[in-house]
């Protein structure tokens, strides 16, 4: 369908191809109603055919488009055929300002001779050049480079049904199934059964038969996930698989991230997951940044979205008895939070990104210069230190929870003096090089925090912490970027929940707080020195105690189109 510009505009024929495919149909419902249809390359018109000079146009983008399949009638005396063409267009909310996608689909009738086999034949042609056409029109953001998914991608979806409120199956069947069918993707459907069941799929799974992975679940899901593909052997391949993320869980931050990062408007609930499922028909794939995550006892984690201490992974963890009221859950175990606002003390040092953007407007403290210490920091003169029996009795969590400590892998143990190696001479897992040893002193380039007296401390790599918490607003997929966040103690109750309130629009950095620090960086430590605590990886309870961190840039595959 490409033609040099300097061309003249092709002639259109009637039910043939120059440049521009043209036809004449009839209404599936009426055919005394016909209708012109044409396809360019970028769009699919319809004009209804009348004698009355004020006709009605409507096109269709094809970057709205999933696609269009061919069929014969349901009635075998009928000698015609049919194309049924499938978008998602932003119109306008029925009952709530804004757009939103929303699903419309375009029948024809084609009946140009009285052999059934012809007009199969001529509605499989137009079935075709619109599904070809519009793959060429995947929304495509500026400045990021796509690769697109095979077609047809083979496709395994993962669905925990205790995610959420214990729906993500029936939003499955509501929301996605269709709209894979239209879009002509042959899936296979795994129910997970247990904690760890998915990690423990994809670890021995054969990723050949797989062009894609997609996760139906909160964030809990992908974080096995990704585990499981990096306790593998060929897990330089393995990793490589694109992930797809479908939200059914009650925070849903990955999901939340990449329908951002697709510019477009704000959706939330099964408007969110339409959008999410939309993405994912259209194929297009990108990088994704994974951080690795050190823990004292020598396990080492792959994370895709956050680690937090303090306040947010209280507020986390302690919300699991709100789950029944989805992700309303969050704000309830804000307010409870709140309420008995725990300081917590502790040691931090981050290497930070060299010349770093400038701050957001507003922003008083972002990216300000390290802070020099009247007298050395123990966290750069001393090894962190471990606090035997300090750690709380990790939290015991059946299916119905996605919040669980994470167990140990043989695959990921660490040598205390090299964290930056774990391998065999087969398969090399990726370096840490930024990393010292827990037990060693961090380099002399790092920034050591001054304050030990922390209400949260928050290293997040993705722009949503929840669907409606846009915590990094300048946050990629693949910006190489760790978004240190860390609020430090004498915040008043109401000025935390003002930062809490203005994060839902992102403002939160405009908000002067003084107690509130942005930092963006490469690796960090945190050596908690309270003896009782939580430390949570995308959400996910992990041992208490020393942790660092380090960020890979564009090590995993993210389904973003």
């Given at each position: 369908m490409e033609k040099d510009a300097s061309d003249p505009d092709p002639s259109r024929q009637r039910n043939?191809?120059?440049?521009v495919l043209y036809g004449e149909f009839t209404d599936t419902l009426n055919e005394r109603v016909r209708y012109s249809v044409s396809l360019t390359e970028s769009a699919l018109t319809v004009q209804r055919i009348s004698s009355s000079p004020d006709r009605t146009k409507m096109v269709f983008n094809l970057t709205d488009c999933v696609g269009c399949r061919a069929y014969r009638g349901p009635d075998s005396a009928d000698v015609g055929a049919y194309f049924t063409a499938y978008f998602y267009p932003f119109k306008r909310r029925w009952m709530s300002a804004g757009v939103t996608r929303q699903r419309v689909e375009q029948c024809f009738r084609v009946a140009l001779v009285q052999d059934p086999l012809v007009n199969l034949q001529e509605a499989e042609r137009w079935a075709h050049a619109i599904r070809d056409a519009s793959v060429l029109q995947a929304p495509r953001r500026d400045g990021m480079m796509y690769t697109e998914l095979r077609r047809p991608c083979r496709t395994m979806i993962l669905v925990n049904p205790q995610s959420?409120?214990?729906?993500?199956?029936?939003?499955?069947?509501?929301?996605i199934q269709g709209l894979l069918t239209e879009a002509s993707i042959p899936y296979e459907l795994v129910i997970t059964e247990r904690q760890n069941h998915a990690r423990e799929l994809v670890r021995k799974a054969d990723l050949s038969q797989w062009d894609a992975l997609v996760i139906m679940s909160g964030d809990g899901l992908l974080f096995e996930v990704i585990n499981g593909l990096?306790?593998?052997?060929?897990?330089?391949?393995a990793i490589q698989t694109p992930l797809g993320i479908l939200p059914g869980g009650s925070g849903n931050a990955l999901a939340a991230s990449v329908h951002h990062y697709s510019q477009s408007p704000p959706a939330w609930n099964e408007e969110l997951l339409l959008s999410c499922g939309f993405m994912l028909c259209k194929g297009l794939v990108g990088s994704?940044?994974?951080?690795?995550?050190?823990?004292?006892?020598?396990?080492?984690?792959?994370?895709?979205?956050?680690?937090?201490?303090?306040?947010?992974a209280d507020v986390d963890i302690e919300s699991e008895k709100y789950r029944h009221v989805g992700p309303i859950r969050f704000l309830m175990g804000t307010l409870v939070r709140l309420a008995s606002l725990r300081v917590y003390q502790g040691r931090l040092a981050y290497l930070p990104v060299k010349e770093a953007p400038k701050p957001p407007k507003g922003s008083i403290k972002a990216n300000r210069p390290p802070p020099t210490p009247q007298h050395p920091s123990l966290c750069s003169s001393l090894p962190c230190r471990l606090i035997p029996n300090a750690s709380p009795k990790p939290k015991q969590s059946g299916t119905n929870s996605n919040h669980n400590t994470i167990s140990d892998s043989s695959n990921n143990v660490i040598d205390d003096n090299r964290p930056e190696t774990q391998s065999d001479s087969k398969t090399a897992a990726p370096v840490d090089a930024l990393l010292p040893g827990l037990d060693q002193p961090v380099p002399e380039s790092w920034t050591v925090v001054k304050e030990e007296d922390f209400v949260l401390v928050l290293a997040i790599y993705q722009s949503h912490l929840a669907e409606d918490?846009?915590?990094?607003?300048?946050?990629m997929s693949d910006d190489g970027v760790i978004h240190l966040f860390y609020v430090t103690a004498g915040i008043s109750r109401p000025a935390l929940l003002r930062l809490f309130l203005a994060m839902e629009k992102g403002?939160?950095?405009?908000?002067?707080?003084?107690?509130?620090?942005?930092?963006?960086?490469?690796?960090?430590?945190?050596?908690?020195?309270?003896?009782?605590?939580?430390i949570t990886v995308d959400g996910e309870t992990v041992e208490y105690g020393p942790v660092q961190a380090q960020i890979h840039p564009g090590l995993a595959r993210l389904i973003c189109g």
């Open positions: 043939g191809f120059v440049g959420g409120r214990g729906q993500a199956l029936q939003l499955f069947t509501g929301h990096m306790e593998r052997e060929d897990w330089q391949d994704l940044d994974l951080v690795s995550i050190h823990l004292a006892s020598r396990q080492r984690l792959f994370s895709f979205l956050s680690l937090a201490w303090g306040f947010v918490l846009w915590t990094a607003p300048g946050a403002a939160h950095l405009a908000c002067d707080c003084p107690h509130l620090v942005y930092e963006k960086v490469r690796a960090l430590r945190l050596e908690p020195i309270s003896p009782q605590g939580m």
